[in-house]
């Protein structure tokens, strides 16, 4: 048996429903669930290095407040609501730039609380699942958010982003060779990268993703809504490939599709995932080989 969890990054109060709308019914409606990494409380100007406004700010205005929580899209939150094929996962609290590239653990700390206080303002029931803007995490943020969280979603894993006391552990996992590990009771998943991207070959996206899949036990499949929008246009090709994997995913009785919370609550038939997440314990000796290496 084969498992994919599909996370969609970057929903918040500016987000139209229309888009989730557009390219998740066909997901919905096969019963597969959709992970929604969500900012609970968006900045409304935060910019890449290139100094241009991010995707996910499509809507914002010049008389737009600097900070939005997701209470002020109610047709948002309805319609989320609405549709528990959605699952909430807290994606930081504002989504500035790199937000928990360097903090603290007090500091993250902070943000996650006043994150999971207004996505619990807005009706949901309690994230297990935390993802940070640009999958970038600073020692201090990751022992937080360990401490808040059962599952991390995140792209690679960097000896110097991680704790020092999980550094044994995280030699187990490269000596293990698995993608995705466990710290105390919190799951580490890696994901591949955005293989569902505008900034990929469109001729070549379908097949990369159905060759990931079936060399994995576990995918994580990373996209983010607004890239099908950019620049007020809809990019019918690119929701066509979206589509064309909902339509895959339907074909094989072999591949389920998964909420994050699946993980954690065992339903997921072979043992599989699990051995692959738990198959070496802390301590193993033979981590102190790798406490040097880098990687995912």
Same mark, same amino acid.
């Given at each position: 048996?084969?498992?994919?969890?599909?996370?969609?990054?970057?929903?918040? =109060?500016?987000?139209?429903?229309?888009?989730?709308?557009?390219?998740?019914?066909?997901?919905?409606?096969?019963?597969?669930?959709?992970?929604? &990494?969500?900012?609970?409380?968006?900045?409304?100007?935060?910019?890449?290095?290139?100094?241009?406004?991010?995707?996910?700010?499509?809507? =914002?205005?010049?008389?737009?407040?600097?900070?939005?929580?997701?209470? &002020?899209?109610?047709?948002?939150?309805?319609?989320?609501?609405?549709?528990?094929?959605?699952?909430?996962?807290?994606?930081?609290?504002?989504?500035?730039?790199?937000?928990?590239?360097?903090? %603290?653990?007090?500091? =993250?700390?902070?943000?996650?609380?006043?994150?999971?206080?207004?996505?619990?303002? $807005?009706?949901?029931?309690? &994230?297990?699942?935390?993802? *940070?803007?640009?999958?970038?995490?600073?020692?201090? %943020?990751?022992?937080?958010?360990?401490?808040?969280?059962?599952?991390?979603?995140?792209?690679?894993?960097?000896?110097?982003?991680?704790?020092?006391?999980?550094?044994?552990?995280?030699?187990?996992?490269?000596?293990?060779?698995?993608?995705?590990?466990?710290?105390?009771?919190?799951?580490?998943?890696?994901?591949?990268?955005?293989?569902? %991207?505008?900034?990929?070959?469109?001729?070549?996206?379908?097949?990369?993703?159905?060759?990931?899949?079936?060399?994995?036990?576990?995918?994580?499949?990373?996209?983010?809504?607004?890239?099908?929008?950019?620049?007020?246009?809809?990019?019918?090709?690119?929701?066509?490939?979206?589509? *064309?994997? $909902?339509?895959?995913?339907? %074909?094989?009785?072999?591949?389920?599709?998964? *909420?994050?919370?699946?993980?954690?609550? #065992?339903?997921?038939?072979?043992?599989?995932?699990?051995?692959?997440?738990? *198959?070496?314990?802390? #301590?193993?000796?033979?981590?102190? =080989?790798?406490?040097?290496?880098?990687?995912?």
């Amino acid at each position: 048996m084969r498992y994919v969890i599909i996370r969609d990054d970057d929903t918040n =109060a500016l987000t139209p429903v229309e888009c989730l709308e557009r390219l998740y019914r066909p997901f919905l409606d096969r019963g597969f669930p959709v992970n929604l &990494a969500t900012i609970p409380l968006v900045s409304t100007t935060t910019k890449v290095p290139g100094g241009t406004l991010e995707g996910f700010l499509m809507r =914002a205005r010049s008389e737009t407040p600097s900070d939005l929580p997701l209470t &002020a899209n109610p047709q948002l939150v309805s319609y989320l609501r609405e549709n528990p094929g959605y699952r909430i996962v807290q994606h930081g609290l504002r989504h500035d730039y790199l937000e928990f590239d360097t903090l %603290s653990y007090r500091a =993250a700390e902070q943000r996650i609380v006043q994150g999971a206080q207004l996505l619990a303002a $807005a009706g949901f029931p309690p &994230a297990r699942t935390f993802v *940070a803007p640009y999958d970038k995490f600073s020692p201090g %943020s990751f022992r937080a958010v360990a401490e808040h969280f059962q599952i991390i979603s995140t792209g690679w894993f960097e000896l110097r982003r991680l704790p020092i006391e999980w550094w044994p552990r995280y030699a187990v996992k490269k000596i293990a060779g698995t993608s995705h590990w466990r710290v105390g009771g919190t799951f580490l998943l890696s994901h591949p990268g955005c293989l569902l %991207s505008c900034q990929r070959d469109y001729d070549a996206m379908l097949a990369t993703v159905i060759r990931q899949l079936e060399h994995n036990t576990l995918t994580v499949l990373v996209t983010h809504w607004w890239e099908y929008f950019r620049g007020n246009t809809i990019d019918e090709r690119f929701i066509a490939i979206l589509h *064309a994997v $909902a339509g895959y995913l339907a %074909s094989q009785p072999d591949l389920k599709v998964l *909420a994050f919370d699946e993980v954690l609550d #065992g339903n997921l038939g072979p043992e599989s995932i699990r051995r692959d997440l738990l *198959a070496t314990r802390p #301590g193993d000796k033979a981590a102190t =080989a790798m406490v040097h290496a880098g990687g995912r």
